[in-house]
């Protein structure tokens, strides 16, 4: 149902000759590349891990030819010639370059088209050796939901972007290490085009730099957003296909797992998945894991399976922090309400928090985000609420503060990771469908799981050092209107 890996070339134990030492006085006067720097209309990262890296790219902003090569290398004013890789075209075009063999915590630049230096945007830092921490002590992780809106046609995602951006200035000039996005990416049916406005042509810069991994909401299977199909061979559009339409065979029709190259055997750590539908990988002390629950969900099937592929890879975990990604929200009150079915489309709400919510808990999953909502809403450090928002009872599903009502995870009530109870069986439940828009709420709003709602575009960052976790809701301007901190 997927498509076939596609076999990339290897390029492993490189020698960078001559700049090994990084002392230019006995640099040897080492043959540079020859080629000419092109500048892709899309040019992204992907699986990004201690020793290897995909760079991905297609199209040439300039109208020229499309760069067929990528020369790389740790001094970006002289990559060496025998860096020069070649790419794998894939059936839609896109040229992908697997390096491997890289040293941890490492930059390294490149140049798509192979010239002989780089440009000072076009570089990766490798992620540390498995399970140790960045250099700065601290992982910095920038999710964005419901982003999709499309740069030109409205500039809201740009507004989170640069709010972001500003709040890195902010806060120590850290970039992000991770790049999360947690559904309805490319709006409205998830064609590739829209991939372009929504993504490409949005976040440009940090793609260059940092890895891209995302997951699958329900407009990423086209039919504006309403399918309730189990396979992505069903992907179709609605409408006159202005915006494109599904992608060619052999590929899979839906564009999402053409353009993303997403692992399925466990590359980057974590438990081999088998499909590109949902993941799991590493990145220094936090894992992550992205579950399908547009499609793979809706099936018993699949859902059987992924849920016991969720169990196997958190059971094998023993990272400091760890993340789930999902779309479809156990907990929400914004434009879709986790007490109504909606006519089936939003059943995976259901799903998620009868059947998941319970393992993310019991196998030490600390942090949980989705959208679909196009609202921010981040919950108390809860367990055991797999009912309808009623049922909710704070006095036996959250954590409790010193006065016996749910800790807020601000000050002197951080969470921590073992809870009071002396488990590891609570969560913090987010949704941050407001990385493009906010929309409206829906009856019984604010949900009484959630400690903090609000309809106000922005995004989170989560910074994870050692031994505490702050996660922040970010503004356009910027500025931190909700944050938590979870110790252990
Ligand atoms: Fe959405
Ligand atoms: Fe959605």
């Excluded at 609605?238 to 466990?266: C, E, H, K, R, V």
Aim: hydrophobic share 35%; net charge negative; glycine share 12%.
């Amino acid at each position: 149902m997927n498509n076939p890996l596609i076999p990339l070339l290897l390029v492993t134990g490189l020698v960078l000759a001559g700049c090994s030492d990084g002392n230019n006085n006995n640099k040897k006067a080492a043959a540079t590349c020859e080629g000419a720097e092109v500048q892709p209309e899309r040019l992204f990262l992907q699986q990004l891990g201690s020793n290897s890296v995909i760079v991905k790219w297609r199209g040439n902003r300039d109208g020229g030819a499309e760069a067929s090569s990528l020369c790389f290398g740790t001094d970006m004013a002289a990559l060496p010639a025998e860096s020069k890789t070649s790419a794998t075209v894939t059936a839609t075009g896109h040229s992908e370059v697997l390096l491997s063999g890289l040293e941890p915590g490492t930059t390294y630049y490149y140049s798509v088209g192979g010239a002989g230096t780089a440009d000072a945007g076009h570089s990766f830092r490798t992620a540390p050796a498995a399970g140790e921490l960045p250099e700065d002590g601290n992982t910095r992780i920038w999710i964005v939901g419901d982003s999709g809106v499309g740069g030109t046609d409205d500039p809201e995602a740009g507004y989170v972007r640069d709010g972001f951006e500003t709040f890195v200035k902010n806060h120590g000039d850290e970039p992000a290490d991770l790049f999360l996005m947690l559904g309805d990416n490319a709006y409205n049916q998830g064609t590739d085009l829209e991939h372009q406005k929504a993504i490409f042509d949005v976040y440009t810069t940090l793609l260059a730099t940092t890895p891209l991994w995302p997951t699958i909401g329900n407009h990423e299977m086209g039919s504006l957003g309403i399918s309730t199909t189990t396979s992505p061979d069903d992907y179709t559009i609605i409408g006159d296909g202005s915006q494109g339409g599904p992608d060619p065979a052999p590929d899979s029709p839906m564009p999402y797992l053409n353009i993303f190259t997403l692992p399925t055997d466990g590359e980057i750590g974590g438990l081999p998945s088998g499909t590109e539908q949902y993941y799991s990988f590493d990145y220094a002390n936090v894992h992550i894991v992205s579950l399908d629950s547009q499609l793979s969900i809706r099936d018993p099937d699949s859902r059987a399976a992924m849920l016991q592929w969720l169990k196997d890879d958190l059971s094998a975990n023993s990272l400091d922090w760890t993340v789930v990604i999902f779309h479809h929200p156990p907990y929400t009150k914004g434009s879709h309400d986790s007490d109504s079915e909606l006519g089936g489309i939003d059943q995976p709400i259901f799903a998620i928090r009868e059947e998941f919510t319970p393992v993310f808990e019991q196998y030490g999953v600390d942090l949980a985000y989705s959208g679909h909502s196009h609202i921010y809403e981040r919950s108390y450090y809860i367990n055991g609420h797999t009912g309808l928002s009623d049922t909710f009872d704070p006095a036996t599903m959250a954590e409790l503060n010193d006065s016996g009502q749910p800790a807020s995870g601000q000050g002197d009530e951080a969470y921590t990771q073992i809870a009071r109870d002396g488990a590891d069986d609570k969560v913090v439940y987010t949704v941050a469908g407001n990385g493009g828009k906010v929309t409206f709420t829906t009856s019984g709003y604010p949900h009484p799981a959630n400690f903090f709602s609000k309809l106000e575009i922005g995004s989170v960052v989560i910074d994870a050092g050692a031994d505490r976790l702050e996660a922040s809701f970010v503004d356009m301007n910027g500025s931190v209107l909700d944050s938590f901190v979870m110790t252990r």
